[in-house]
């Protein structure tokens, strides 16, 4: 299966939104509510953020979000902070098999 | 709180086989949940290798199947990756995680580096 597609980079001033985008097909993000979220600094594991396309795990900010339309899952994160620049995947499950999006770098401006 | 942790080789021969194991802590692998294991080359995205549940049952990415063989050892509380024929494009950060219901990796180990090189 292929990667899901993200855009490479994406940049915001502090306090401002945005979103990333994770573009699938009917056969992994459009058919399923499985898709996750994943935040990783330079050198480090990855961690979880969103679940199930909208579900924030215990400890992530609320500034956090994850919707759905059709074969594409976003991301937004709200009120921008310095701490937020770091790489972000997104994953879906697909037929016992899991795919990971190409990767988006969010900078902080 | 459950913890991962990988364990292998950092240097790799080219057309051997990649060893790994990650012991968990904190939780019994026996109780249930699949188990996984995901890679990411040197400044490249994450790419899923396979998953094993406790009692055995895998799943492996279509990709790499021909060369993967995960395991489980339940008395140890950890389970194995093995790769066979490696080449430098195997080089990568290999992170084990559990995995949630159908859909997610949580927690995931710090990662360990393997280079495949002569």
New interface residues.
């Given amino acids: ?1 292929s ?1 899901l597609t993200q855009p490479a980079s994406v940049s915001g001033s502090p306090g401002q939104s945005i979103t990333i985008s994770c573009t699938g097909t009917s056969s992994d993000v459009g058919g ?1 509510n ?3 979220w ?1 935040q990783q600094h330079p050198g480090k ?4 953020m969103i ?2 396309v909208s579900n924030r ?1 215990s400890g992530v900010s609320n500034r956090f979000s994850g919707s759905k339309s059709g074969n594409t899952a976003s991301l937004t994160i709200s009120g921008l902070q310095a701490e937020d620049e770091a790489d972000y ?1 997104c ?3 697909t037929s ?8 988006t770098k969010v900078t902080v401006l | 709180q459950v913890q991962l942790q990988e364990s292998g080789p950092g240097l790799v021969k080219p057309s051997e086989t990649l060893s790994l194991t990650c012991a968990v802590s904190g939780y019994s692998i026996s109780s249930g949940y699949y188990w ?1 294991w ?1 890679r990411q080359p040197p400044g490249k ?4 290798i396979g ?1 094993i549940y406790h009692s055995g049952s895998t ?1 492996y ?2 990709s790499l199947k021909s060369r993967v063989t995960i395991s489980v050892d339940t008395s140890k509380n950890q389970f194995s990756l093995k790769l066979s024929s490696v080449t430098a494009a195997d080089t990568a950060v290999y ?1 084990c995680a559990r995995v ?12 360990t580096l393997v280079t495949v090189s002569s």
């Fill in positions: 299966q990667a399923y499985y898709v996750s994943y594991a990855p961690k979880l679940y199930d795990p995947y994953s879906s499950y016992s098999l899991y795919v990971f999006g190409t990767g | 996984g995901i995205g994450l790419e899923w998953s799943y990415n279509p992170y949630w219901g159908v859909g997610w990796f949580d927690p995931w180990g710090q990662g």
